[in-house]
Structures are given as C-alpha cells and as structure tokens.
C-alpha cells in the first residue's frame, strides 16, 4: 500500500525567512512519482512540482527547491526568503502506474507567513 | 479560459436529496478523476475515468454516488440520498495521456454542505 505522510500539521514564520515542508513516502513499486501541490486560501490546487522515481537530482525554481532522497523516502520542499504569498496549505502526493495514477496525499502543511 | 471547470461551486442541500455536480475537463485531457476533500485533510480519490471508461473506482464510493463521463468529455458525479458526513469539497481533475508523467490540473471544486 502508498501511504504518504505530512507530519507538520502547521508552520508559521516571518516574513523572509527559509522554511522547509517535510514529506515522507511509502511505497514499494520501484516506478512512482511525487508532487507537490500548493492550496491558497481561493482553495484551488496548484501544481507545483514533479519528481519520477529515477530521477533523484533535486531541483530549484526561483524561491522554491526541492530535495529527493530514495534512501530516506523523503520529498521535502524549501522555500527561500519567504514572503506572504506563500500562505497556504502545501500537499505532498504519490503515485504510482498499477494505481492508474491516482494521486494518494498527504495531510497538507498549512504554512503561514507573517509580515 | 481552458482550466478545468465545475459547477456549481457552492450546493447546500437537506439531507436525503440527490446532488449532480459536473467537470468540465481541459479539453484535450483524456484522463478525469474525482477527488473529495474534507477540511483538514488532503484530497481522497473517488474514481478515475478514460475517455467515457470508468476505470477505478474507491471504496469510499458507496452505492449512492455513480459518476458518469458521456463521449469522454465533461463528467458528471450525483449522490443520491444524501448525508451530513457526505459534506466536502468534491475536487475534479484532468491529465493528458498518462496522468502520472503529466500533472493532474484541477478545478475550483464544488463545496457541499448536507444540513
């Protein structure tokens, strides 16, 4: 079974500050994928990134830079100096081919940024 | 706009009554799920649709909720007899091709409320 954990119920940080959403995975199909997902307040998903299995380089886009690591089965996501905007509920996901892609999520990080 | 649309967004209903919600997929996308999400939580997967083929669908899709996506283009989801534990946000999404290399898009949802 794929399972996807979020432990982080809650993050809340000044402004401009880095922060990091932890993301653990379980699964025991070789080929899988993980996302994530931004949710603002307006509630609609944003996609944010994803990440096959064999690919383990970790990747950065402007403020935001995820990192991969198969021998932790960790997908954790940082956003540099943080900014206001950033408030929202983060999901981290998994899927894999015999599931037809079903996304399976994790609880969410509702990370909150404070002037 | 080409995003995923659903309507409507807002259903308050007494319980007991049927409920249509419809998605109306990017329109090339072949692939069309449905998700639920409850406040607090990530997404939970309903079922999965190819083209017109229902594919999958959850355990979590009693005998009341039947999904439908006619000549594989916009889908609908009814729930019939409705309860108060059946009160969420119903999330649709769409991909091309195989939705685990390419990003699931989502809609706004449609936010039940079962008084």
């Known amino acids: 079974a794929q399972k996807v954990t979020q432990a982080q119920t809650e993050i809340s940080v000044v402004e401009k500050e880095d922060v990091t959403l932890d993301c653990v995975y379980e699964?025991?199909?070789?080929?899988?994928?993980l996302f994530w997902y931004k949710q603002p307040p307006s509630g609609e998903l944003v996609f944010l990134i994803r990440r096959n299995s064999f690919d383990e380089q970790n990747e950065i886009s402007g403020r935001y830079s995820w990192n991969f690591q198969k021998s932790t089965s960790s997908f954790n996501f940082t956003i540099t100096a943080s900014q206001v905007v950033d408030s929202a509920v983060y999901f981290c996901?998994?899927?894999?081919?015999?599931?037809?892609?079903?996304?399976?999520w994790g609880a969410g990080t509702k990370l909150i940024i404070k002037p | 706009d080409t995003g995923v649309s659903q309507n409507p967004r807002h259903k308050i209903t007494k319980r007991g009554q049927n409920v249509t919600f419809r998605c109306d997929p990017i329109?090339?996308?072949?692939?069309l799920y449905w998700y639920r999400q409850t406040l607090g939580q990530g997404p939970e997967f309903l079922t999965y649709?190819?083209?017109?083929?229902?594919?999958?669908k959850s355990r979590l899709l009693s005998d009341r909720f039947s999904a439908e996506r006619p000549k594989g283009s916009f889908s609908t989801l009814e729930i019939q007899r409705t309860e108060q534990g059946d009160s969420a946000m119903y999330l649709c999404a769409s991909s091309d091709g195989q939705g685990a290399i390419n990003e699931q898009f989502f809609g706004p949802g449609t936010r039940l409320t079962v008084l």
């Open positions: 699964t025991r199909d070789t080929t899988y994928y």
């Open positions: 649709f190819q083209n017109e083929a229902q594919l999958e």
């Open positions: 329109s090339e996308h072949n692939r």
């Open positions: 996901a998994l899927s894999v081919p015999d599931s037809n892609y079903q996304l399976i």
